[in-house]
């Protein structure tokens, strides 16, 4: 099905502007999700990079500290899904979970690292991450019996932190 260029152009102004995902933005226009990832790749290959516009437009349209801001939502709606993945799996073992546990924890402290240099009001909250960090990584060497139970804390208690600090 052809699409008008003023579709496209919405499509494009609805990421780009809005910052939606892919999928709200198959939902919103009603048209498959590889429909809109076609016209991405090849506007891109035409010279219009998607992703450095809307890089732009939240640069330049809401400053440095919104752009962190939206970095640190978009990592933490991930980090936060990915512990409900792990904490619900049935698959996954105490042990490998601790694993996936301290992996996340670490990606958790250098995006806040990360985000503290574009607003350095999370500095607190960037500490607090390294002591998330920091625990995972003790009970992992020295209790690695109590992994379940550090699984049943660290969310609840990092969203605390959160709350707390961010």
Known sequence: MAHSPE???AVRSAYVYEAL???AISDR???PRSTITRWKKAALKNGDNWDRARAAARLSGEGAEA???AVLEDFMLLFQS???DVKNSQDIKPLDKAEVLSRISDAYSKTMNAVTKGN???DKLSFAADMLR???QFIQTYYPQHAVAMEEVLLP???SIGKRYG
């Open 7 to 9: 579709t496209t152009s």
């Open 21 to 23: 995902n892919l999928e």
């Open 29 to 31: 226009f009603n048209m």
């Open 67 to 69: 752009v962190t801001a």
């Open 82 to 84: 990915t512990m409900e």
């Open 120 to 122: 350095p009001k999370l």
């Open 134 to 136: 920091d625990l995972v």
């Open 157 to 159: 208690f990092g969203e």
